[in-house]
């Protein structure tokens, strides 16, 4: 494949909406949620089911390909069949560079591995692990070592109630 019909092609990839990266996927396997900020990356797993969506891991950042690489580790650990990253958008929906970025990211991961790959709204879902985490009394030092890991956890559960609602409306 010519460089530009790759870039083309992740482009393409990276922009799948729900109804077909549900499609895309087999009836049973799990999905890995990614939540990438900028010192770290948050991971979730799903069931088999992709009924529950459960914290994983917690990525330091390093550089673009040790990302990556570091993740696809626990994706084929997994035998995960999909990817759902988290998309900061702005509060009014707009783009920003958060978001630019974690769209740069998902075509890194695309750019190693041809794969089902979501883009989902996270908006606050940092700030509403977090206050939950406050309200169970979790110390901040606590806070810090797993806000991340929850927070994708978080976010992909929403990926996976929209899912299991667009199945039981079609």
Known sequence: MTP??????????????????AAALPAR????GIDPGEK?????????????????DTVIRVKSAT??????????????A???IGLPLNMDGSTGPAA?????????????RDVPLLMWDERLSTAAVTRTLIEGDASR????????????S?????????MQERRLDG
Request: with cysteine; hydrophobic share 50%.
């Open 29 to 32: 396997a799990a999905i890995l």
């Open 67 to 80: 990302d990556v690489d570091a993740l696809l580790k626990l994706y084929d650990g997994r035998q995960c």
């Open 154 to 162: 978080y976010m992909l559960q929403g990926a996976l109630d929209a």
């Open 141 to 152: 030092k606590r806070r810090g070592e797993v806000v991340d890991k929850v927070a994708a």
């Open 40 to 56: 770290r990356i948050g991971v979730a797993i799903s069931d088999l089911t992709r009924l529950i969506a459960s914290p994983l």
């Open 100 to 112: 630019q970025s974690a769209r740069a990211f998902g075509r890194n991961l695309l750019a190693k």
């Open 4 to 21: 530009c019909l790759l870039r083309a092609h992740i482009r393409r990839l990276a922009l799948l909406e729900l109804p077909d990266f």
């Open 82 to 84: 999909g990817f759902v």
